[in-house]
């Protein structure tokens, strides 16, 4: 029988690692084929919370928080479309970061209708790989359209203040366990990864984590 396994993945939209390291995770589940049988659950997290409503220059932006160059910050964009290459995520030309706390909403509700994983990987695409902007509510909505859920559904959460205490609270949770940069990734509540790794090393620390919940089971 497989093995049941809870994954919380927590992660943000703006984040190129969280694209890359649930590409890698999901590779990861699919080498591991019926030995589990995994449960992801996406959780928020805002790289930006102070973001200004139009976005900043990704260049501007990382060249202020972190004091890269321009040519370092095209050496690091070069690098990630690389990393995204061999797990399958192609990356595109992200010329701006933005807001991203409408699409964690949004995402709070596709969780409560079953279809929070497709669309969080909706959004990934459509800013990492298409350039779009994830705070922009035409943006949300066509993504949860595509995913199946109903437009005129996302388009009223989006127009309200739904889930948003429920985000934040969310949010502080998981800063007060400690996690201060994503991706994380919590297996069965007690195991954490941290950052995009590659899938070998997720594929290691889920058969370790297999390994030690059948164990638990046959003690």
């Known amino acids: 029988m497989p093995q049941p396994i809870k994954i919380d993945f927590v992660s943000d939209i703006a984040c190129p690692w969280c694209?890359?390291?649930?590409?890698?995770?999901?590779l990861a589940l699919q080498r591991l084929g019926d030995a589990v049988?995994?449960?992801?659950?996406?959780h928020p997290f805002e790289l930006n919370p102070g973001?200004?409503?139009?976005?900043?220059?990704?260049?501007d932006?990382?060249?202020r928080k972190y004091g890269r160059t321009p040519a370092q910050?095209?050496?690091t964009q070069a690098m990630i479309r690389e990393r995204g290459a061999g797990v399958g995520f192609p990356f595109g030309e992200r010329t701006h970061v933005y807001n991203t706390f409408d699409a964690h909403r949004l995402l709070h509700w596709a969780g409560l209708e079953g279809k929070q994983l497709p669309l969080k990987l909706a959004l990934l695409r459509a800013y990492h790989a298409d350039g779009k902007d994830p705070s922009n509510h035409e943006v949300l909505v066509e993504a949860a359209q595509a995913v199946g859920l109903d437009a005129a559904a996302a388009r009223k959460v989006l127009d309200s203040d739904d889930y948003a205490d429920a985000v934040r609270a969310?949010?502080?949770?998981?800063?007060?366990?400690?996690i201060q940069s994503v991706p994380s990734i919590i297996f069965n509540n007690r195991y954490l990864v941290t950052g995009g790794q590659p899938?070998?090393?997720f594929e290691q620390a889920i058969r370790e984590v297999v390994a030690e919940a059948q164990q638990a089971g046959n003690s």
């Open 19 to 26: 694209a890359i390291g649930l590409s890698s995770l999901q």
């Open 37 to 42: 049988d995994a449960e992801i659950v996406v």
């Open 51 to 59: 973001m200004r409503p139009e976005g900043e220059a990704i260049v």
């Open 61 to 63: 932006y990382l060249g």
């Open 73 to 75: 910050i095209a050496e």
């Open 170 to 178: 969310e949010i502080q949770e998981y800063q007060r366990m400690g």
């Open 199 to 201: 899938v070998e090393a």
